[in-house]
């Protein structure tokens, strides 16, 4: 009787509550218009939020590749280049949008949707 008190309460205890988020991992960020999720803003820094939020780049970096780095990379490209580079951000997975050494030294070499600004 006791082991299966014991067995009830740590199911209990492992059982996600109404306090639990799913974070960048939950249906939402999968990307795509296949779900009914809300689009993250169309902006230079709505689609770096989503690399720190899929843990593709780090918020704060002292001498690699962050956020404020990624929003003033996509600001410096052509209008056009910019809607390419946010709409692969939006469109993809967490796990594709993740490189070597994501997310505190990201590979950004290997990182395909800010490749496509290149000229």
């Given amino acids: 009787?006791?082991?299966?008190l014991?067995?009830?309460?740590?199911?209990a205890a492992c059982n996600a509550g109404d306090d639990t988020t799913d974070?960048?991992?939950?249906n939402c960020a999968q990307g795509g218009v296949l779900t009914?999720?809300?689009e993250a803003a169309h902006t230079s820094s709505g689609a770096c939020w989503r690399?720190?939020?899929?843990?593709a780049i780090p918020?704060?970096?002292?001498n690699d590749f962050d956020w404020k780095r990624c929003v003033d990379g996509i600001d410096k490209l052509t209008a056009?280049?910019?809607?390419?580079?946010?709409d692969c951000i939006a469109a993809s997975s967490c796990d594709s949008l993740?490189?070597?050494?994501?997310?505190d030294h990201p590979n950004t070499n290997q990182m395909s949707c800010l490749l496509l600004g290149d000229q």
């Fill in 1 to 4: 009787m006791v082991r299966r």
């Fill in 6 to 11: 014991s067995f009830v309460l740590l199911l």
């Fill in 23 to 26: 974070g960048a991992r939950a």
């Fill in 36 to 38: 009914s999720c809300p």
């Fill in 51 to 55: 690399l720190v939020d899929c843990a």
């Fill in 59 to 62: 918020l704060d970096a002292m």
């Fill in 80 to 86: 056009e280049r910019q809607n390419l580079v946010i």
């Fill in 98 to 103: 993740k490189v070597e050494g994501s997310p």
